[in-house]
């Protein structure tokens, strides 16, 4: 929870493969192939919902199944492949803001959960553009990363107003586009968030308003085309309740899932740095642009690596 959001999590869990990378001392390519492996596997166990994670992982592993002559050259072919993942990723959230800001217009009520910093690109780029618009960001329970986004609203010059999160509905009449991120986009176009996304696209369904997901094409989740779950994080009680509250309370359990499935029926738009598309079209995304295709499951993807 030091670094949050997925796109973020993607970045620092490649920055640190890189320096892992670059701390190995050995000659012997297996070695230094499975010492890599090993860091990506205790990456991959940190963050379970987050896909971005997983596939930055695949997309900076893949070239080191190819042929390499020596330690040195895999690891000069590691540290391209992962410049490139940093690059493509930041590339990609200012792209996301470009294209997410045009959905957004004069007079425009946004409310947004949690802290996304794609979300934000789409809302900063707006407002910097010369949008006229507001936004109503939630608190975000129990982490409140909802105070994370309102400095940077503020910062940027943004008019905001700061909600508990059950007042979501209450507001709703007010809003007229929701705007989210992601942390992984499933094959039939459910995006997975921050606990309390479903309850609010579920509002503004009701109340007609807009949904917007901003997710890079590496949120994207892959094995979902085989049925695959994405796994929902359900972190600590005690994050929810203090410990000394709750063992008082010995017939109450906390649950604390970090986060919920919002179907794609309540999603408008998905904004991606390749454009925006309707949630249905997520399949495309996963063949065309992560190279993963029905049949070649188990290997990573090639064309983005
Ligand atoms: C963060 C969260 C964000 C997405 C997208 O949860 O749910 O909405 O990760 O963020 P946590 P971004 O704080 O538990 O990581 O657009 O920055 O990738």
Not at 204 to 211: D, I, K, M, Q, Y
Not at 226 to 239: A, D, W
Request: net charge negative; proline share 4%; aromatic share 6%.
């Amino acid at each position: 929870m030091e670094i949050r959001g997925a796109g973020r999590i993607a970045r620092a869990a490649v920055a640190a493969l890189r320096d892992e990378a670059g701390a190995i001392t050995t000659s012997d390519l297996s070695v230094f192939r499975n010492s890599l492996e090993k860091a990506a596997g205790i990456l991959l166990a940190t963050r379970t919902t987050a896909v971005s994670l997983p596939n930055a992982v695949h997309m900076v592993m893949a070239p080191l199944s190819g042929d390499v002559p020596s330690v040195d050259a895999a690891r000069e072919k590691f540290f391209e492949a992962c410049d490139q993942f940093i690059r493509l990723s930041e590339n990609a959230v200012e792209r996301i803001g470009n294209i997410g800001a045009r959905h957004i217009r004069d007079g425009d009520v946004v409310m947004t959960h949690c802290n996304s910093e794609a979300a934000l690109a789409c809302l900063i780029r707006a407002h910097r553009n010369g949008t006229s618009f507001e936004v109503f960001a939630t608190e975000v329970r129990p982490r409140n990363q909802g105070l994370l986004t309102i400095k940077t609203l503020n910062d940027a010059g943004i008019q905001t107003s700061y909600i508990v999160d059950s007042a979501a509905r209450y507001f709703m009449k007010d809003i007229n586009l929701v705007v989210v991120g992601a942390d992984a986009v499933s094959v039939n176009g459910a995006v997975v968030n921050k606990i309390g996304t479903s309850q609010i696209a579920l509002a503004a369904h009701e109340s007609r308003a807009r949904v917007m997901v901003a997710a890079e094409t590496y949120k994207f989740a892959p094995r979902t085309i085989l049925g695959e779950y994405i796994e929902i994080e359900e972190r600590e009680g005690e994050e929810v309740l203090p410990l000394s509250v709750s063992r008082k309370l010995p017939r109450v359990r906390v649950r604390n899932p970090a986060f919920d499935v919002t179907p794609a029926e309540y999603i408008d738009l998905i904004v991606t740095e390749e454009g925006a598309i309707p949630p249905q079209m997520a399949y495309i995304v996963i063949r065309d642009y992560l190279g993963w295709h029905i049949g070649e499951f188990g290997k990573p993807p090639e064309n983005r690596a």
